[in-house]
């Protein structure tokens, strides 16, 4: 599998673009709302996007050398209490996901990725460029899960087609 350091700073860029606009959507939510069990596999709206947010930060530790988050899968859903830490905390990930994705060669996408697996309780090596994609693809997928629950709940969902980015920002 080959990708490139673009690849990535696009979908670092997306990333950015997409969480920007879920903030705005669910500040504007009332507080209830969010934190509510909608049936989905991380609970709430805040649940899940506080698992993404996790999800990112596993990855971006693995990918950096940098601290890993705490509390594992179980307890990511409870990462911040509320939508202004989330997005606080969102912000700050993003533009470290940036600045990651900016400071890429080639080479950097190359090679294996090794760590140890709190949810499979094992060593894992797997090659980097899989484990990056992984990671792009597990944010689209759990953004899909929250618009998913805002159409259900009967609020504005934002836009999320890659190809409707807007090509000069603002991606954080």
Partial sequence: MMITPEYCVTMAQYNGW????????????DPAELTRDR????????????????GDRIWLSR????????GGIPGSPSLTPDIEAWALE?????GALL???????????????AWYSGATGRDVEKPLALCVVHMFNH????????HAML???????????????PEDGPWL
């Fill in 18 to 29: 997409q969480n920007r606009q879920l903030k705005a959507t669910l500040a504007a939510m």
């Fill in 39 to 54: 049936g989905a596999y991380f609970g709430s709206l805040l649940g899940t996007a506080n698992h993404l947010l996790w």
């Fill in 63 to 70: 990918l950096t050398g940098g601290v890993a988050p705490e």
């Fill in 90 to 94: 969102r912000f700050r990930t993003d």
């Fill in 99 to 113: 600045r990651w994705a900016k400071g890429l060669d080639a080479v950097d996408l190359t090679g294996p990725l």
């Fill in 139 to 146: 944010q689209t997928h759990h953004r899909g899960q929250i």
């Fill in 151 to 165: 159409t259900a709940a009967g609020s504005p969902a934002p836009v999320s087609d890659l190809v409707f980015m």
